[in-house]
C-alpha cells in the first residue's frame, strides 16, 4: 500500500473511501479538498478514470490551480504514445509553470523544479515521437496489424510450409 498504512479491514476501508469518492464528482470542493483527493487517487495508483475526472473538475474549478494543470497534464501523458496529445500536455505544463513562478505560496514554489523536470521531459518525449517514421504513426494504434504491412510490402502472402532453415531439420 502506498500509504505505508496496514490493519485489518484497511483494504475495505479503502474500497469505501473511493466508492463515496465517485458519488462526489458532482460536488462543489474547495480547491485544498479537491486537491486532497486528487493526491489520494494518485497514492493508490488505480481508478484513473476518476482521478482525470475529478482533476478536470479542479481545472474547470480553479483554472489557476497550478496542481490541476499538472494534474491534466499527466492524465493526457497517461493515455500513451498513440493517443495523447502532447502539445496539450505541454500546454499545461507549461501554465502550471507559470502560475508557480507569479505565486509567493510555498507549495506552489515547491513544484518549480518539478515541473521544470516534467517540460523536458515532454519536450523529449515530442521529439521522439516526431522522429519515429509514418510507420509507427497513431494508425498502428487504430488496429492495423504490422503482418499485414508487411505482406503488402513483400508483395505475397504468408507460407507456413515454407522452411527458411531457422527450425529443426529432420
Not at 482525470?52 to 491534466?72: R, T
Not at 502560475?99 to 517540460?119: C, F, H, I, M, N
Amino acid at each position: 500500500d502506498a500509504t505505508g498504512v496496514t490493519y485489518t479491514g484497511h483494504k475495505q476501508h479503502l474500497e469505501d473511501v473511493v466508492k463515496y469518492l465517485y458519488r462526489t464528482t458532482r460536488t462543489k470542493y474547495l480547491e485544498a479538498d479537491l486537491q486532497c483527493v486528487c493526491t489520494f487517487l494518485q497514492n493508490l495508483g488505480s481508478h484513473q478514470d476518476l482521478l482525470a475526472k475529478l482533476a478536470k473538475k479542479g481545472l474547470k474549478s480553479f483554472p489557476k490551480s497550478a496542481v490541476f494543470h499538472l494534474l491534466a497534464s499527466e492524465g493526457e501523458v497517461r493515455k500513451g504514445p498513440y493517443k495523447s496529445n502532447l502539445t496539450k500536455a505541454r500546454k499545461h505544463i507549461v501554465t502550471a509553470l507559470r502560475l508557480v513562478e507569479g505565486s509567493t505560496d510555498p507549495k506552489d514554489l515547491a513544484l518549480a523544479p518539478e515541473l521544470k523536470r516534467r517540460l523536458l521531459s515532454l519536450d523529449d518525449m515530442q521529439a521522439a515521437m516526431t522522429s519515429l517514421p509514418p510507420f509507427f504513426s497513431r494508425q498502428a494504434a487504430a488496429g492495423i496489424d504490422i503482418r499485414d504491412i508487411l505482406e503488402r510490402m513483400l508483395g505475397g502472402e504468408e507460407d507456413d510450409d515454407e522452411d527458411y532453415g531457422f527450425g529443426d531439420e529432420d
